[in-house]
Nanobody, 122 residues
């Protein structure tokens, strides 16, 4: 069983930055694929990016490429999402998710955090 807790969300102006953290407990997160998803009001939960177990492979949605970076801190058992050049359309609840064999769909992940709100003002 893996428990995930996100933190770091908040209100930021367009062009600003935020760093979200996903803290894992119960298992070593380095053994899992970890992804970030986001869900805006009235919309589906969308893939943002993922890091494969071992940390040597990452993939990002087109909307995140060049602006967002996922990194692992195995000593802290966390995965972070660094977001730069934020836009109002990035406003959403951001979730981290983990699975032994994750993919690009939310259906590919069994473990989820509770989410953290990111609001970008124009």
């Amino acid at each position: 069983q893996v428990r995930l807790v996100e933190s770091g969300g908040g209100l930021v102006q367009a062009g600003g930055s935020l760093r979200l953290s996903c803290a894992a407990s119960g298992r070593t997160i380095s053994s899992y694929d970890v992804a970030w998803f986001r869900q805006a009001p009235g919309k589906e939960r969308d893939f943002v990016g993922l890091t494969r177990y071992g940390g040597d492979y990452t993939r990002y949605a087109d909307s995140a490429k060049g602006r967002f970076t996922i990194s692992r801190d195995n000593a802290e058992n966390t995965v972070s999402l660094q977001m730069y050049s934020l836009k109002p359309e990035d406003t959403a609840v951001y979730y981290c998710a983990a699975d032994r064999n994750g993919g690009l769909s939310s259906n590919d992940y069994v473990y989820w955090g509770q989410g953290t709100q990111v609001t970008v003002s124009s």
